[in-house]
């Protein structure tokens, strides 16, 4: 464990216990959070492999126009 960590879990443990509990589910919550969007990710890997080969192709074959963010 870090340093800072271990400075972050001293300074919790002095909050009340109900607060405690507060800033404990919404780490777990926040950690579920990002494994889900690791999972996502990495799991989209091919598909997303394959959307960029159909720009690129796109793009050469000259069928893309320039993006005009102005024009929205």
Known sequence: MT???EQAFAE?????QPEQEALARW???ELASERRW???FA???DA???LADEALAEHRAG???PFE???L
């Open 3 to 5: 340093p800072t960590l």
């Open 12 to 16: 919790a443990a002095k909050l009340p």
């Open 27 to 29: 780490i777990l919550d």
């Open 38 to 40: 690791a999972e996502a």
């Open 43 to 45: 799991d989209s890997a």
């Open 48 to 50: 997303l492999a394959q």
């Open 63 to 65: 069928l893309t126009e």
């Open 69 to 71: 963010p102005e024009d």
